[in-house]
């Protein structure tokens, strides 16, 4: 079975500074997709970033991006210039052809 | 397109009572999830749909719990009888299953507390 660990559950950043954010994940697929989703206190899920896992380049999306390290099974999130508004629960999750697996998420504190 | 639509957003209910949870997917995604999100537990998926069939139920607690697709897109979460360590944030979240890079699209989640 798939799993996704997230082994921070806090992490706090200064305002403007670049937090990075780990998540591991296992699995015996080839093909898959890594996302990751942040969670706000109003609850909302909201998608960050994704990363195919066939790419070896790494996606990014603005100040969000990832480094994909295949071979390692680790897919971490860097967030730079940070925002208030970046203070949320951050969700890695990974895809194969089913079902999605979230990791237990870490709570990012953006400290002004 | 509205989203993800859950109902309702609250619900307080006393324990022994049957609990419904409500879905409707964003139209032309044919992949539904539910999920429970607690402080302890965090994110589970409880069961998931392809097509309206139920692929993956092995995260239901137990048989209190059933979940249903009565059409394409319009699933129901039900729990009969509830009891207090059911309180939780229930989020329903639909996608293509044709994609798999296609994220999962999530409601805005019922939170349920049961007293």
């Known amino acids: 079975a798939q799993t996704v660990t997230q082994s921070q559950p806090e992490m706090s950043v200064q305002e403007a500074e670049t937090v990075t954010l780990s998540c591991t994940y296992d699995t015996s697929e080839s093909d898959y997709y890594l996302f990751w989703y942040k969670q706000p206190p109003s609850r909302q899920m909201i998608l960050v970033i994704r990363q195919e896992a066939y790419k070896q380049q790494n996606a990014t999306e603005n100040r969000f991006s990832v480094n994909f390290q295949k071979a390692a099974k680790s897919f971490s999130l860097k967030i730079s210039d940070s925002q208030l508004g970046d203070a949320a629960m951050y969700f890695c999750?990974?895809?194969?052809?089913?079902?999605?697996?979230f990791g237990d998420g870490t709570t990012l504190t953006v400290k002004p | 397109d509205a989203g993800v639509i859950q109902s309702p957003r609250h619900e307080v209910t006393e324990m022994g009572q049957e609990v419904t949870l409500r879905c409707k997917l964003i139209s032309g995604h044919n992949s539904l999830f539910w999920y429970r999100q607690t402080m302890m537990r965090g994110l589970e998926l409880l069961i998931y749909?392809?097509?309206?069939?139920?692929?993956?139920d092995s995260g239901m607690p137990e048989d209190r719990f059933s979940a249903k697709m009565p059409n394409a897109s319009f699933s129901t979460l039900k729990i009969q009888p509830s009891e207090p360590r059911d309180s939780a944030v229930y989020f329903c979240?639909?996608?293509?299953?044709?994609?798999?890079?296609?994220?999962?699209?999530f409601g805005q989640g019922t939170r349920l507390t049961v007293v």
């Open positions: 999750a990974y895809r194969d052809a089913g079902k999605s697996t």
């Open positions: 979240a639909s996608s293509h299953r044709s994609g798999k890079n296609t994220e999962a699209f």
């Open positions: 749909f392809n097509n309206n069939v139920p692929i993956d």
